[in-house]
């Protein structure tokens, strides 16, 4: 066994997922030197973690298809989908082909009222969902919200306090950290300090507005309310939340600002209020950041969007390809690390997703492991106030 390959498998042990990453296959490619430019390292397939607790949610809202992703995370971490209600009949209908055999409801009250619940997941039109989770929490029970789970900040502010009054969680689903393969073990090889410190965080954001390929939520057209920005919260809000998420949780940043932010609607007339571009500059207090974001993926992409996070660091860089490695291959969950020593390719695809049991535990033990309340929420400040103060910009044809 030649010690490349050896230097290789040490490393993925040591910032191996949950400290158990096994031994991996490997085709090396040198460039100059004999020096490694590229391995193709795959992470070994991961057990799924056994659910050590169980508990019993209800889905109080079903506008976006993200929801799917949400139970699906929550029933990996031992949650027992017991009801649900949804306000548009489509969605409701493709929902409960989904889930036969969950009780469907008439009234959100009934879910409210309902004892057995622990648990409230929603992806109501963006707009509603700070008003409900407020109305869970007020009920004794947790909230789980798609992104942006809050779009004012009077929502926020009330957020904030019935979190104090109520001791609940109110918890967003940023899903391109969490429950993206390659983003959480970005994560991890950060926690292993595999670039040293980290400086700069850049995330791009294309999406599709009506996708031929993939469904992330527009495979079935766009309702109504997406073209609203007071409903859904604008682009820089709705998009944006998951990249400052990301920013704030890859720096390590406590306190952090917007420098400054811009939208413009550059092909749609025929919706006037809509953005489909934004982009924001980010200074925090351990790190800095860039987020650009679209709704102009082409069709010939072959997915909805290919999302990029860049992290410089001090002794290193690492790019996640998130959703495809455009020109490559299709899968996504492509992670590419760059040291003082070589470049390293890895594929994250057998990765387990530690989201949803470690959810369930905080909702049972009552803690925050899963997601820093206070994070959480300067993630959802930073974007309001963005969106709030970005400029408009017009370009000329």
Known sequence: MNNRSTGRRDFLRQAGWMGSVAMMSALPVFG????????????????????KHRIKFSVCGMSHDHIYGMVGAVQRGGGELVSAWGGEPDKLATFTKRFPNVKIVKTQEEILNDPSTQLVLSSQIANERAPLGIKVMKQGKDY?????????????????????????IYAIMYSERLEVKA?????????????????????????????????????????????????????????????????LFYTGSKQAEVVESQIANI??????????????????????????????????????????????????????????????????????????KEARYIDCNNMPLPFGPQFVSDVVNRTHSAQDQDQCLLAAELVIKAQKNAKLVTLKD
């Not at 590229?38 to 992470?43: G, I, K, P, Q, S």
């Not at 040293?196 to 999406?207: D, F, R, S, Y």
């Not at 072959?302 to 999302?307: A, L, N």
């Open 32 to 51: 100059g030197e004999g020096r490694p430019v590229t391995e193709d390292a795959v992470l070994p397939q991961e057990p799924e973690e056994v659910p």
């Open 144 to 168: 789980l919200s798609d992104k942006p789970g809050i779009t004012t900040l009077e929502q926020l502010a009330e957020v904030r306090k019935t979190i104090a009054e109520t001791k609940r």
């Open 267 to 340: 092909r749609h007339p025929d919706h006037p209020q809509f953005q489909d571009f934004g982009d924001m500059v980010l200074r925090g207090d351990r790190g800095l950041g860039y987020v650009r974001l679209d709704w102009f993926t082409p069709d010939g992409l072959g997915t909805w969007g290919d999302g990029r996070l860049f992290i410089l660091g001090t002794d290193g860089y690492i790019e996640a390809r998130k959703y495809i490695d455009v020109g490559v291959k299709k899968q996504g969950n492509n992670l590419f690390l760059v040291d003082q």
């Open 183 to 247: 983003a959480v073990y970005a994560g991890e090889l950060i926690r292993q300090g595999a670039i040293g410190k980290v400086i700069q965080t850049i995330n791009i954001a294309p999406h599709q507005v009506f996708q031929r390929h993939g469904d992330a939520g527009g495979g079935g057209g766009r309702p109504d309310w997406f073209w609203i920005p007071e409903q859904y919260g604008g682009i820089l809000c709705d998009i944006g939340s998951h990249q400052v998420d990301q920013f």
